[in-house]
């Protein structure tokens, strides 16, 4: 079955940058739209980034635009999360998604995503 498993985070102070990485496994991975959403205590998970299957499309949602980037190898079956300037209200458990897609298309619902790896902590001190 597909397994997601995300790593990279930690602690960083604000303004500080962390890499995120979502190894894949149990599928075509480049068959699979990628995402990334986050959950901050006592919120509920929204879309962060997302990625289509071959990488050549990307959609951020705005409070991340600039500052985080998202990337996908297909070879290593792997994607990231690149996160600079960080700010304490990006701490939050970061979650990786995968959706598989015959076509260029990202998605940003989380319901449009089947498979999700169980989240990595990231938190931003002021």
């Known amino acids: 079955q ?5 790593s990279g985070g930690g602690l960083v102070q604000a303004g500080g940058s962390l ?8 599928l075509t991975f480049s068959n ?3 995402g990334w959403f986050r959950q901050a205590p006592g ?5 962060v980034a997302a990625i289509s299957r071959r990488g050549a499309n990307t959609y951020y949602t705005d409070a991340v635009k600039g500052r985080f980037t998202v ?3 297909n070879a290593k079956n792997t994607v990231a999360l ?4 960080l700010k304490p209200e990006d701490t939050a458990v970061y979650y990786c998604a995968a959706r598989v897609t015959p076509s260029l298309v990202i998605f940003e619902k989380e319901s449009d995503y089947r498979d999700w790896g ?4 990231v ?3 002021s």
């Open 82 to 85: 690149q996160m600079n300037s």
């Open 19 to 26: 890499r995120l990485s979502c190894a894949a496994s149990g």
């Open 71 to 73: 990337s996908k190898d």
């Open 118 to 121: 169980q989240g990595t902590q």
């Open 123 to 125: 938190t931003v001190s």
């Open 43 to 47: 919120k509920g998970r929204e879309f």
């Open 2 to 6: 597909v397994q997601l498993v995300e």
């Open 32 to 34: 699979y739209a990628m």
